[in-house]
């Protein structure tokens, strides 16, 4: 889906939705990845909150919606040992972040976008391949010939 970049020039559109346990510093990498800045301080998220931010990946302007949650209280902490051999299972990175010291931050959001748009092209690919149709005419009729 093509939006409309603020420098009026097109680019995709890839939206983040966090929704992890209360307390792990979704509203901290929000605003360290949206706007380079962090406190220490942070009340809970009533509702929801997003921020916008413009990257550029493999040259293509991709503008990101990011989006924090109030807190879910079913999600479970997960240790650093089962992420890493969830993940190893998956066949996907891990990244341990912090938006404190700004660790892994942008390296997180823009290797998530960068598999976001290739899944994204290649299942354009695959739709178009699956679309092309190929006409087949009769050119006359036969006609039945005996043994």
């Given at each position: ?6 420098d009026s020039l097109r680019c995709e559109a890839v939206m983040f ?70 993940a190893e299972q998956m066949g996907i990175r891990l990244f341990e ?51």
């Amino acid at each position: 889906m093509l939006k409309c970049c603020t420098d009026s020039l097109r680019c995709e559109a890839v939206m983040f939705l966090f929704c992890f346990s209360t307390g792990v510093g979704k509203s901290s990498l929000l605003l360290r990845f949206a706007d380079n800045t962090f406190s220490g301080s942070y009340i809970t998220t009533i509702g929801v909150d997003f921020k916008i931010r413009t990257v550029e990946i493999n040259g293509e302007k991709v503008k990101l919606q990011i989006w924090d949650t109030n807190d879910d209280p079913a999600s479970k902490v997960v240790e650093t040992n089962d992420a890493q051999k969830f993940a190893e299972q998956m066949g996907i990175r891990l990244f341990e972040t912090s938006a404190k010291e700004n660790v892994n931050v942008e390296d997180m959001f823009n290797c998530i976008t960068e598999l976001v748009l290739k899944v994204r092209k290649e299942s354009v690919a695959k739709q178009q391949q699956q679309s092309e149709v190929v006409k087949l005419s009769k050119s006359s009729k036969r006609k039945k010939k005996c043994c």
